[in-house]
């Protein structure tokens, strides 16, 4: 029994889409064949040389991280240069590595629902910016009988996710018009005689990334030959909220919250900025690098952030908000949602007779 790792990359893209991911964020497979066979998969926060090397010493075909490897594009890849250096230690052992990042920072169940959970915070909402991505409304006229048809051909192509929903579309009809000049080959009507047709509107959400995709699609299963179509590009919205926010088992000081933190967190250097003496009822949770949600977290009315690590305009800024700021350690903030992240895999490749380790011999 085993999978592969289209199969696995296709489970992760159910439980993290893709879409959910920042701009420019090179999720998704990174090195590797979508078609290997995967018998062991190791996940792990970072795809350092050292967590390649333990996949290979575990005998993993995949390697799934928090993290991507390859963030820029590489103009050279040195074995010599730590990133080379996993590239050329992933390739000889064959290892193929998905990156799952800030997709899984926004997802439910993901980094920050997962930290939230760990700090047993109750009445837990989402808070602050999400990734925003262009979108296009696209509007095609259609015979009626073919609703269905161009609706999953443009489906397929990737139009039509709303959050957690696939396939949305609306259409309405009415009456399309036209006169086919000569040498034209109609679907209905006759050269040279004015046409009236019943057909369907159909609007469906296009990604930009798959605007020029859905076009061919549509236009594939679509039955005139000439089709009429329009594409209206959207004000760009964020639809996710990466951060959490919710309220503490009690009310605690901010020192006192401290040491809650850092025995929560297995992290004893929690550092704190900020009014030492504020009472905490809410804290807002930003797992990695999240001192840029200070702004969101006073909006909510959080009497607190918690982030993995921050820069140094940010500790004043926090006494400037009266919003009290704490940094408990990039990794020790993402890899409860790393560790979750095994989890899901494992529930779904454990009836497959695969076996998912995390990184250092924990599961
Ligand atoms: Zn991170």
Excluded at 9 to 31: C, H, K, R, V
Excluded at 67 to 79: A, C, E, G, M, V
Excluded at 218 to 242: C, G, K, Q, S, W
Aim: overall charge negative.
């Amino acid at each position: 029994m085993a999978t592969t790792v289209r199969e696995a990359l296709e489970f992760l893209n159910e439980i993290a889409p893709p879409q959910w991911a920042f701009p420019n964020d090179p999720i998704g497979l990174q090195l590797g064949d979508p078609n290997q066979t995967v018998e062991r998969v190791l996940v792990a926060l970072d795809p350092d040389p050292r967590t390649v090397t333990q996949a290979k010493y575990r005998d993993c075909q995949l390697l799934v991280t928090h993290h991507p490897l390859i963030f820029r594009p590489l103009s050279k890849i040195r074995f010599d240069d730590p990133v080379g250096m996993a590239v050329q230690l992933l390739c000889e052992a064959k290892i193929a590595l998905i990156a799952v990042h800030t997709n899984w920072d926004v997802a439910p169940g993901g980094i920050n629902d997962t930290l939230a959970e760990l700090l047993e915070l109750t009445e837990i909402r989402p808070f602050g910016e999400g990734p925003a991505r262009q979108e296009y409304k696209i509007a095609v006229f259609t015979p009626t009988p073919h609703i269905d048809a161009v609706i999953d051909a443009m489906a397929n192509a990737g139009a039509g996710v709303i959050g957690l929903y696939r396939r949305c579309a609306f259409y309405a009809s009415g009456v399309g018009t036209y006169e086919p000049m000569e040498g034209a080959n109609p679907y209905l009507g006759q050269v040279g005689k004015r046409e009236h047709a019943e057909e369907m509107r159909i609007e469906m959400l296009v990604p930009a990334e798959r605007l020029n995709a859905v076009v061919q699609a549509m236009r594939r299963a679509h039955p005139y030959e000439e089709v009429a179509y329009d594409v209206y590009p959207l004000h760009t919205r964020a639809e996710h909220a990466l951060g959490r926010v919710g309220v503490l088992p009690k009310p605690m000081l901010a020192s006192e919250l401290r040491d809650y933190l850092a025995q929560k967190l297995g992290n004893p250097f929690v550092r704190h900025y900020g009014k030492p003496s504020k009472v905490i009822r809410t804290l807002a949770v930003v797992g990695g690098s999240g001192g840029d949600y200070l702004p969101d977290a006073q909006q909510f009315h959080a009497d607190a952030l918690l982030t993995g690590e921050v820069r140094h305009h940010h500790t004043w800024e926090a006494w400037a908000r009266d919003v009290v700021l704490f940094e408990g350690g990039h990794a020790e903030t993402e890899t409860p949602g790393a560790h979750r992240l095994a989890d899901r895999l494992r529930e779904f490749l454990a009836p497959r007779g695969v076996e998912v380790f995390f990184a250092g011999g924990e599961s």
